[in-house]
């Protein structure tokens, strides 16, 4: 067994107590799902060789999306990829007028990792990388390194806003080749989406677009063509919680985020943009539901069908524009459980908390109390483990036997369709949409 650094051991152990995604340590927990990795290794690859890949992944509330969205990110990252991550809120949005499209672009470029700042916020290191990549082959021919930089940049100029990025990053150099700070400084929140008005740039940077709530696509795509020119192979973008465009209110927001995401899958599927790869993270609902769901929209649905010779055959076509995740089967449950317990280890067998007739005990516990959804849905069958495992840590005079019979665990529901009721009536999400009809008694 590898041996677990304690400080993946850490973010492992707490991030699955509070029943979230890790961040690193991916590799030491990952089982199943063989299909859908091979299928998104091709995907990677495809981007990396200059196209470009568009990802629906869905599945129920706590079967594993989040986790998937975290791998393939590992993955592309180990590729020499960048990638740019974020979750979709109230407050970021696709497509929006009040700022909300800008402040998820804000929270992709935070969370930009690269293989060597994995934890995040390597905007700068690509910059600079870029940058030390020019000063070599400007060292090369003899050129100035601003020369250099511009013939580099002069790609970017085809594009929606190019010239300005490019200006943009030729400034961060003039920054950096004098010791100016300050301008080094603006040059990163020009990239970062953090200027809130023209004005402001053109006083600091003498550019006059900056990222707004109608362009964010356009900056990521003109990000992918930039780190490819730093020396990447590419930009991946994850956008999970994608439910949050399924519980917007106003069918006419709905509909200018589908709109958007039509605009990517185009792009995308017709090989109009280049080195960038999109995955989307969300509920079956979010996908299927003709009313508010993107099977509302027409031209998605059309779009993001399922084959219908794959489905005549009872098969999985996992090449589609639509990943259904798979459910985990009990034996793959049984290794999941196994490599938590060797986490908890540190990789040492003689450390192990737990026999493997607990496990078995444990789950056969689970399959009673709440049937075939504790491996459907395992992140509460996962929570309740890692806590079992915490206690008899902490205790090692406790017998398992005596813990596993009091556990109770429920099916888990997403607390966002959870239908409420008040009085004789019913009010559930749909509640404040101003597109439908509001069933009421007197």
Request: proline content about 3%.
């Given at each position: 067994?590898?041996?677990?650094?304690?400080?993946?051991?850490?973010?492992?152990?707490?991030?699955?107590?509070?029943?979230?995604?890790?961040?690193?340590?991916?590799?030491?927990?990952?089982?199943?799902?063989?299909?859908?990795?091979?299928?998104?290794?091709?995907?990677?690859?495809?981007?990396?060789?200059?196209?470009?890949?568009?990802?629906?992944?869905?599945?129920?509330?706590?079967?594993?999306?989040?986790?998937?969205?975290?791998?393939?990110?590992?993955?592309?990252?180990?590729?020499?990829?960048?990638?740019?991550?974020?979750?979709?809120?109230?407050?970021?949005?696709?497509?929006?007028?009040?700022?909300?499209?800008?402040?998820?672009?804000?929270?992709?470029?935070?969370?930009?990792?690269?293989?060597?700042?994995?934890?995040?916020?390597?905007?700068?290191?690509?910059?600079?990388?870029?940058?030390?990549?020019?000063?070599?082959?400007?060292?090369?021919?003899?050129?100035?390194?601003?020369?250099?930089?511009?013939?580099?940049?002069?790609?970017?100029?085809?594009?929606?806003?190019?010239?300005?990025?490019?200006?943009?990053?030729?400034?961060?150099?003039?920054?950096?080749?004098?010791?100016?700070?300050?301008?080094?400084?603006?040059?990163?929140?020009?990239?970062?989406?953090?200027?809130?008005?023209?004005?402001?740039?053109?006083?600091?940077?003498?550019?006059?677009?900056?990222?707004?709530?109608?362009?964010?696509?356009?900056?990521?795509?003109?990000?992918?063509?930039?780190?490819?020119?730093?020396?990447?192979?590419?930009?991946?973008?994850?956008?999970?919680?994608?439910?949050?465009?399924?519980?917007?209110?106003?069918?006419?927001?709905?509909s200018a985020n589908y709109e958007q995401i039509l605009r990517i899958l185009n792009d995308c599927l017709q090989g109009t943009a280049e080195n960038i790869g999109f995955m989307l993270g969300g509920t079956t609902d979010f996908l299927c539901d003709t009313r508010k769901g993107l099977y509302s929209y027409e031209a998605l649905r059309s779009r993001l069908a399922e084959n219908t010779f794959a489905e005549i055959a009872n098969v999985v076509d996992y090449h589609g524009?639509?990943?259904?995740?798979?459910?985990?089967?009990?034996?793959?449950?049984?290794?999941?459980?196994?490599?938590?317990?060797?986490?908890?280890?540190?990789?040492?067998?003689?450390?192990?908390?737990?026999?493997?007739?607990?496990?078995?005990?444990?789950?056969?516990?689970?399959?009673?109390?709440?049937?075939?959804?504790?491996?459907?849905?395992?992140?509460?069958?996962?929570?309740?483990?890692?806590?079992?495992?915490?206690?008899?840590?902490?205790?090692?005079?406790?017998?398992?036997?005596?813990?596993?019979?009091?556990?109770?665990?429920?099916?888990?529901?997403?607390?966002?369709?959870?239908?409420?009721?008040?009085?004789?009536?019913?009010?559930?999400?749909?509640?404040?949409?101003?597109?439908?009809?509001?069933?009421?008694?007197?």
């Amino acid at each position: 067994m590898a041996r677990i650094r304690p400080r993946e051991r850490a973010a492992i152990i707490q991030s699955l107590r509070a029943g979230v995604t890790p961040r690193v340590g991916l590799e030491h927990i990952q089982v199943g799902r063989v299909n859908e990795v091979k299928a998104m290794i091709e995907e990677l690859e495809r981007v990396c060789n200059g196209g470009s890949t568009f990802k629906v992944v869905v599945g129920d509330f706590g079967a594993g999306k989040s986790f998937f969205l975290q791998l393939v990110r590992y993955l592309a990252l180990e590729k020499g990829m960048v990638v740019v991550n974020a979750d979709l809120a109230p407050d970021r949005r696709l497509q929006a007028s009040g700022g909300q499209a800008r402040s998820l672009y804000q929270e992709l470029m935070r969370n930009m990792a690269t293989r060597a700042h994995p934890e995040g916020n390597a905007i700068v290191p690509v910059i600079e990388k870029f940058i030390t990549t020019q000063i070599t082959a400007a060292e090369e021919t003899g050129e100035s390194v601003e020369s250099v930089i511009k013939k580099r940049l002069h790609s970017l100029s085809e594009l929606v806003d190019g010239f300005d990025f490019a200006q943009v990053v030729a400034r961060y150099y003039e920054g950096y080749d004098t010791g100016n700070d300050d301008l080094k400084q603006s040059a990163i929140r020009y990239l970062r989406g953090e200027y809130a008005t023209r004005t402001e740039a053109r006083s600091e940077l003498g550019v006059r677009g900056i990222v707004t709530d109608s362009s964010i696509y356009d900056h990521l795509k003109l990000m992918a063509r930039f780190v490819c020119q730093a020396g990447y192979k590419g930009l991946l973008v994850n956008l999970d919680e994608m439910v949050n465009l399924y519980k917007l209110p106003s069918s006419r927001s709905r509909s200018a985020n589908y709109e958007q995401i039509l605009r990517i899958l185009n792009d995308c599927l017709q090989g109009t943009a280049e080195n960038i790869g999109f995955m989307l993270g969300g509920t079956t609902d979010f996908l299927c539901d003709t009313r508010k769901g993107l099977y509302s929209y027409e031209a998605l649905r059309s779009r993001l069908a399922e084959n219908t010779f794959a489905e005549i055959a009872n098969v999985v076509d996992y090449h589609g524009p639509v990943l259904k995740l798979e459910n985990l089967s009990p034996e793959e449950l049984f290794v999941l459980l196994s490599n938590i317990r060797n986490v908890f280890a540190n990789g040492d067998e003689s450390r192990y908390l737990l026999p493997d007739e607990a496990l078995t005990a444990f789950l056969r516990h689970c399959s009673q109390n709440i049937g075939e959804s504790y491996f459907r849905t395992p992140r509460n069958t996962i929570k309740a483990f890692v806590d079992l495992l915490s206690v008899i840590e902490q205790n090692p005079e406790i017998k398992w036997e005596s813990l596993i019979s009091g556990i109770t665990l429920e099916n888990e529901l997403d607390p966002s369709l959870v239908t409420l009721n008040q009085g004789h009536g019913s009010v559930n999400n749909d509640s404040n949409d101003d597109d439908e009809l509001v069933t009421f008694q007197l």
